[in-house]
């Protein structure tokens, strides 16, 4: 069956405009995570939701940074007024368990949106 | 706070050779290690855990908690196994935290 799918692959976009990141998980899917892998580093936690629960926003850099799954299906993240240290790959991964552990050990990475902001 | 450490950014191999890729972690816990993998062009996805005890296409890796390490070991290095190589931990009600990759390079 079809993976995880995000779009648009690739963005770029000039500083102070606004983005939206969709993430398409695998049907069922009852945990969503989205990830900010900036270059040369690893993936690094923004957001968690159980089915269309915001369960963590905790990673969250700021508040330019919005996610929501409304449907507790496919996934926004929105960033507002982008600034150039936004620039990253944004990564969406889902699991098919829920609740933090048994979500943890079993994620389904997308191949990421690369977001460049000049 | 929990952090993992992967000190090599590169690690090159001669085909054939063992290969072991560093991973220390720091938490007073007890954790739940990963390895991930990302191939050339591929999305990232889960290589093995701890838990599992588990050998993926050659691969094995031993918690020691007592140096707090998750080495990744392979003991002939294949042309496939270039990839970047990611060490994650989980604990409790938290996110995974991702160490910063090793790259290997098996070189023929």
């Known amino acids: 069956g079809a993976g995880v799918s995000q779009s648009p692959r690739y963005k770029v976009a000039k500083r102070g405009q606004d983005v939206a990141l969709r993430c398409d998980p695998i049907?069922?899917?009852?945990?969503l995570f989205w990830y900010q892998q900036a270059l040369g580093q690893g993936p690094e936690f923004l957001t968690y939701?159980?089915?269309?629960?915001?369960?963590?926003k905790s990673g969250l850099p700021s508040d330019r940074f919005f996610a929501e799954r409304p449907e507790g299906s496919v996934s926004t993240l929105k960033i507002q007024r982008t600034q150039q240290e936004d620039s990253a790959v944004y990564l969406c991964?889902?699991?098919?368990?829920?609740?933090?552990?048994?979500?943890?050990?079993?994620?389904?990475f997308g191949p990421g949106t690369r977001l460049t902001v000049t | 706070a929990q952090r993992v450490t992967q000190p090599e950014k590169l690690l090159s191999v001669f085909k054939g050779a063992p290969v072991e890729l560093k991973c220390n972690y720091s938490y007073s816990g007890s954790p739940e290690l990963f390895w991930y993998v990302q191939y050339s062009r591929q999305r990232l996805q889960l290589l093995l855990r701890h838990i599992s005890r588990e050998s993926i296409k050659g691969f094995t890796a031993d918690l020691n908690k007592g140096e707090t390490s998750f080495h990744l070991k392979k003991p002939f290095a294949q042309e496939e196994d270039s990839a970047m190589y990611y060490c994650?931990?989980?604990?409790?009600?938290?996110?995974?935290?991702f160490g910063k990759g090793t790259r290997l390079s098996v070189i023929a």
């Open positions: 991964a889902s699991s098919p368990a829920g609740g933090w552990t048994a979500a943890s050990y079993e994620q389904y």
């Open positions: 939701f159980q089915n269309e629960a915001q369960l963590d």
């Open positions: 994650a931990l989980h604990s409790g009600n938290t996110p995974l935290v």
């Open positions: 049907s069922g899917h009852v945990s």
